[in-house]
C-alpha cells in the first residue's frame, strides 16, 4: 500500500492536515501522511547485536537497508506480540528512511488546526514534547505524534549506525 499523501477524501479542504492513524495497544495515533512512504506487512526481520532493545532490527526494502524501530517497546506498551494487523509503516525523515512497527493502521483522518487542542502534562507512556496534540473528530481522539521529534536525533543516530554495519 502506497501513499503520496495528496489523497483526498469527500469534501476536504485544502486546509486540512492529513494523517496516517495507527494503533498501539488501545490508543489511536496520527503521524502526517506526508511523511509515510509506504504501509508494509510485517515482515521478519535481521536483528543487529547490540543495538538497542526499540530497534527490532533491518529489513532490505527494494536494496535499502532499512532500520526498524518497534513503537510499540518504545512506548513501554505490555505486549508487543506479532500478529496479522502488525504492520510497518516506512517512513521519510530528513532523507532517511525508517520502519516502525505498529499494532495496526485503520485509515487516513483530515483535521482543522481548530480540532487539534494542546496534549496534556500527564501522559505516561509519551513525552509531551513527542506530541503535536490531540485531534478530536466526533467521538474519536487521536493522539497527534511529532515523529521526528520522537525519533530524536541521538537515536536517529543510532539507527544510522545499525543501518550502516548492516550493510557491510
Known amino acids: 500500500m502506497h501513499f503520496s499523501g495528496t489523497e483526498k477524501k469527500n469534501g476536504e479542504s485544502n486546509g486540512d492536515q492529513e494523517y496516517l492513524v495507527f494503533t498501539l495497544g488501545n490508543e489511536e495515533y496520527g503521524i502526517d501522511i506526508l511523511k509515510v512512504q509506504e504501509i508494509r506487512g510485517y515482515d521478519r526481520v535481521t536483528r543487529i547485536a547490540n543495538s538497542p532493545e526499540f530497534i527490532s532490527g533491518v529489513t532490505n526494502l527494494r536494496g535499502i537497508i532499512v532500520p526498524i524501530i ?4 518504545k512506548f513501554q ?6 500478529n496479522d494487523n502488525t504492520v510497518t509503516i516506512v517512513l521519510n525523515l530528513c ?4 520502519g516502525i512497527v505498529v499494532d495496526g493502521v485503520s ?3 483530515a483535521l482543522r488546526a481548530d480540532q487539534i487542542k494542546p496534549a ?3 501522559t505516561a507512556t509519551l513525552s509531551t514534547k513527542y506530541l503535536l496534540g ?3 473528530l466526533d467521538n474519536r ?5 511529532d515523529i521526528e521529534k520522537l525519533l530524536n536525533s541521538d537515536e536517529m543516530e543510532i539507527v544510522e549506525r545499525v ?6
Do not use: K, N, Q
Not at 506498551?77 to 506479532?82: K, P, T, V
Not at 543501518?163 to 557491510?168: G, I, N
Open 70 to 73: 518497534d513503537l510499540r517497546i
Open 77 to 82: 506498551l505490555d505486549s508487543a506480540d506479532i
Open 95 to 98: 532523507d532517511r528512511i525508517v
Open 107 to 109: 485509515d487516513v483522518m
Open 120 to 122: 496534556p502534562d500527564f
Open 134 to 136: 490531540l485531534g478530536a
Open 141 to 145: 481522539m487521536l493522539i497527534l505524534v
Open 163 to 168: 543501518a550502516e554495519t548492516a550493510s557491510l
